[in-house]
């Protein structure tokens, strides 16, 4: 069993900043294959970034590349999302998954991921 636990959501305007993190207990976290999803309401939850248990593999939405970059201390057990240059539309709740060992592009499917944290609010401001 893998907990997932998310911070560092909040308000912030447009063209800001903000880096949420995701601490992982349970289970070996270098075998874990990690992801941020998002979610508004009245909306499916999608994919926003990830990275593989390898760390050699980071895939992003096409919304967020660019401007949003995915990273993960395997000493701390965490995996970070850096948010840069945030719109109005980046406003959601995200939310931290975690599978194991799939692919790069496995990680861009909701169903496959095993397990979530119960998310955290970002809103941007114009």
């Known amino acids: 069993q893998v907990q997932l636990v998310e911070s560092g959501g909040g308000l912030v305007q447009a063209g800001g900043s903000l880096r949420l993190s995701c601490a992982a207990s349970g289970r070996t976290f270098s075998d874990l294959s990690m992801a941020w999803f998002r979610q508004t309401p009245g909306k499916e939850r999608d994919f926003v970034a990830g990275?593989?248990?390898?760390?050699?593999?980071?895939p992003y939405a096409d919304s967020v590349k660019g401007r949003f970059t995915v990273s993960r201390d395997v000493a701390k057990n965490t995996v970070y999302l850096q948010m840069n240059s945030l719109k109005p539309e980046d406003t959601a709740v995200y939310y931290c998954?975690?599978?194991?060992?799939?692919?790069?592009?496995?990680?861009?499917?909701?169903?496959?991921?095993?397990?979530w944290g119960k998310g955290t609010l970002v809103t941007v401001s114009a």
């Open positions: 990275i593989t248990w390898t760390g050699i593999s980071t």
């Open positions: 998954a975690a599978t194991w060992k799939t692919t790069s592009q496995g990680l861009r499917t909701r169903g496959n991921m095993d397990y």
